[in-house]
């Protein structure tokens, strides 16, 4: 009821230019912040959407946000721009650091900021002779400064974390033997998918289902509707569960997940059924909560760069006499068995890891009795030195006596 009356009166506010309500430049600079940020936040979808009002439209509205406070002025901004999510940083620049707001907002809305950006800016604007930054209390006591620019940081609602990339591969077709590699196996065809998608990194997840819930299941990803969540792990010792930390899993809703067994297995040759591949995506640069392609080009190039680098530096010049090393001819294209080799031996690698309960005890029995043999033969082996010291010993007496027993014969 509270926000459906205070969008009538906003809206009565911004359009009421007949009535004489409120100075026309005021109307007028609240309709273009409004416009522009409306597109703003949906156009980019960035992770943060960020405003640069002066003190003027702020104190102005004050028949909206309670006499012209700074801190009800976020709804109002809320409430005209439903893309804007919770307010993460309110800023209050004044005097000759007026001019901070506008760069603060343009640096938030191009998503030139890397990291927390919230810490980032406290860091870099707020301080003696740039901006401070109001508490809760302060901004809702506050009335807008004619002398100050206010800067509104919000979460951004349109901004989606296209962290994973899916594709969804009709049963039948994944049953194919792919260039005589694959052989129709579960396991093999992701390699496939990394080869012709160059975003598509490590595989996270897999599943099998029917078919409409595969590309369901793949849209929903690819749109980032879908996401990983944290599910606590544990293990249990005397019949009560101890966590053990954390891992990441995904849920689609139709499909069944492949355990690694069963990736091992050969592809159904039907087309009712899908095998969903979700991988993360190497074009989403966390730091920047965005994809960018551009930088992770980069990012390849000065990998590549540095291992160029590493081998000139790394060359050893021929003895003299000493005729060069024939260079190595470079691989042409891309080697898919062996690609299929290393994901096989990662894949052995997570089997081992992923053992039984009980296999795990049988192995524990099996240590515990390699470690009682080894403290028997540790045991045994201090017994027969012992026993040969007492033998050298008596061997030394024996002698002693013979040589005594001689001398008296003497």
């Known amino acids: 009821g509270g926000s459906s009356a205070l969008v009538d009166r906003a809206t009565d506010f911004l359009f009421c230019e007949a009535r004489g309500f409120g100075s026309a430049p005021f109307r007028h600079a609240m309709l273009r912040l409004v416009s522009l940020f409306a597109l703003l936040a949906h156009a980019t979808a960035y992770y943060r959407a960020a405003m640069d009002v002066t003190g003027a439209v702020v104190a102005g509205a004050g028949n909206l946000t309670a006499g012209g406070k700074i801190g009800t002025y976020t709804v109002l901004l809320q409430v005209l721009n439903p893309g804007l999510g919770d307010l993460k940083l309110l800023l209050e620049c004044c005097g000759n650091a007026r001019g901070y707001a ?5 640096k938030v809305n191009l998503n030139m900021i890397a990291g927390d950006q919230e810490e980032i800016i406290r860091k870099d604007y707020v301080g003696d002779g ?12 506050k009335k807008g400064n004619t002398q100050c620019n206010y800067v509104y940081s919000f979460a951004n609602k349109a901004w989606k974390q296209y962290e994973y990339t899916a594709q969804c591969v009709p049963s039948d077709v994944c049953s194919v033997d792919v260039v005589g ?3 129709g196996l579960k396991v093999a065809y992701p390699v496939v998918i990394q080869v012709l998608n160059r975003n598509a990194g490590d595989l996270f997840y897999a599943g099998q289902g029917p078919i409409g819930s595969c590309l369901e299941g793949m849209n929903s990803v690819n749109l980032a509707n879908t996401a ?3 599910e606590e792990t544990s293990i249990e010792i005397f019949g009560k569960k101890i966590p053990t930390g954390f891992k990441e899993t995904m849920h689609i809703e139709g499909m069944t997940q492949l355990k690694v067994p069963d990736m091992f297995s050969k592809c159904d040759e039907t087309s009712d059924k899908g095998i969903l591949y979700v991988f993360k995506n190497k074009f989403w640069i966390n730091p920047q909560h965005a994809m960018n392609i551009t930088d992770f080009d980069l990012q390849q190039e000065m990998a590549q760069r540095k291992k160029d680098l590493d081998e000139l530096m790394n060359y050893k010049l021929p ?11 470079e691989p042409k294209g891309f080697d898919i068995a062996a690609a299929l080799g290393k994901l096989g031996g990662k894949v052995e690698s997570t089997l081992e890891k992923e053992t039984s309960v009980k296999a795990a005890d049988i192995q524990n029995d099996l240590d515990e009795a390699e470690d009682e043999i080894e403290e028997d033969k540790e045991e045994a082996e201090e017994k027969i030195e012992e026993e040969q010291e007492e033998l050298k010993e008596w061997k030394a007496e024996k002698k002693e006596e013979k040589k005594e027993t001689e001398e008296e014969e003497e």
């Open 102 to 106: 506008s760069e603060i907002a343009s």
């Open 130 to 141: 740039k901006c401070s930054a109001p508490g809760p209390i302060e901004s809702l006591a």
């Open 181 to 183: 590699a694959t052989k």
């Open 228 to 230: 990983a969540k944290k």
């Open 319 to 329: 003895e003299k006499g000493e005729k060069p090393a024939e260079p190595k001819e």
